[in-house]
């Protein structure tokens, strides 16, 4: 069986980023071909792709429109069909159809054209903390903590050479916060998206918005606050206040989801850390100087840690 698309040369430029990714693009069209016959979908829109997954726009037998999603296999998205199988559409996209061998998943269709950055910041800050409680319930056992990750990140801050382009002092706050979570008992209690931003809620027909594309830990739904910091930055910058429009979105995150206003500080200063440690790492992996890119990244990451504590 034979495509009727071509796969996105968006998707294929990534083909050399390594990490097997090459060996996944090659056998991508065989694989979309395979389940497009096995579940009788047939396909009815242009294909999109975000960073490691092609989704097809397609419908069955019974004419209903959906999503096949296949997913590059990587250890954060390992659980996303089991997450979405727990949450059973309650805020999010339902979930159809799933394939977790093959990376397949079959999704109710959204409006993949309309997500939260066609909303104003602050709105779109109420929409993710009104939808926080309805995601943060009782993990499914199978999800791997989030205090086990943070235990390997800490490694990683503590590695960081004393002239690294950072306040050290923001380094050895993360540093204690990051322990001190791994030891914290609440740390590891709800199952949390772990990636919930602007481009990642988009708007459905049966509720006016609905999650996507968890990657999903039994985790603290303080962690989930930062990327709602970072993402959309431009605007931030644009406003003349970094600091004001920064705690803007925090207050009005935490107020909507009743969320202890330290504690979520707390997690943004760590997140925001392990950005700029995974910054200087790719470069130093590339063995290549910061570029211009990653400097506004680091800048704006130690911003984003400054105004959520003054």
């Known amino acids: ?27 991508l069209p065989r694989l979309v071909a395979e389940l497009l016959e096995e579940w009788e979908l047939s396909v009815d829109g242009e294909p999109m792709h975000g960073f490691c997954a092609l989704v097809v726009p397609v419908h069955g037998r019974d004419g209903v429109p959906a999503v096949l ?16 199988r727990h949450w059973h ?15 397949a998943l079959l999704l109710e269709r ?27 319930v009782e993990p499914p056992a199978q999800l791997r903590r989030l205090s086990s990750y943070v235990d390997v990140w800490t490694g990683g801050l503590v590695a960081l050479p ?8 923001l380094v050895e706050q993360a540093v204690g916060l990051g322990r ?7 740390t590891d209690t709800r199952m ?6 602007y481009e990642n809620v988009l708007a459905g027909d049966r ?45 009005t995150i935490v107020d909507t989801a009743l969320l202890d206003e330290h504690r979520a500080r707390d997690w943004v200063v760590v997140r925001e850390l392990l950005n700029v440690l995974w910054t200087l790492e790719d470069a130093v992996r590339a063995r290549r100087a910061l570029s211009v890119e990653d400097q506004a990244w680091v800048t704006a990451s130690v911003a984003i840690a400054k105004a959520v504590q003054d």
């Not at 294929?12 to 056998?27: I, N, P, Q, V």
């Not at 004393?162 to 002092?169: C, E, F, G, Q, T």
């Not at 001190?180 to 609440?186: C, E, I, L």
């Open 192 to 197: 949390i998206h772990g990636d919930l931003h």
């Open 89 to 103: 559409g309650n805020g999010t996209v339902r979930l159809l159809r799933a394939d977790p061998r093959r990376g």
């Open 180 to 186: 001190a979570f791994v030891s914290d008992g609440a």
């Open 69 to 84: 999603k296949v997913g590059f296999p990587h250890d954060e998205g390992r659980h996303e069909h089991l997450a979405l």
């Open 110 to 136: 959204l409006h993949a054209e309309r997500d939260l950055t066609v909303v104003e910041d602050v709105e779109a800050c109420e929409v993710v903390g009104g939808l926080y409680g309805r995601l943060h």
């Open 1 to 27: 069986m034979r495509l009727p698309f071509d796969i996105p040369p968006g998707l294929t430029a990534y083909g050399e980023r390594g990490d097997g990714f090459r060996e996944f693009l090659d056998r």
């Open 207 to 251: 509720e006016p918005w609905l999650v996507i594309d968890p990657k999903p830990m039994a985790g603290d739904p303080h962690y989930e606050v930062a990327p709602m910091l970072w993402n959309r930055w431009e605007e931030v910058v644009a406003s003349g206040d970094v600091r004001r429009a920064v705690r803007r979105r925090f207050h």
């Open 162 to 169: 004393p002239d690294a382009p950072l306040p050290r002092r």
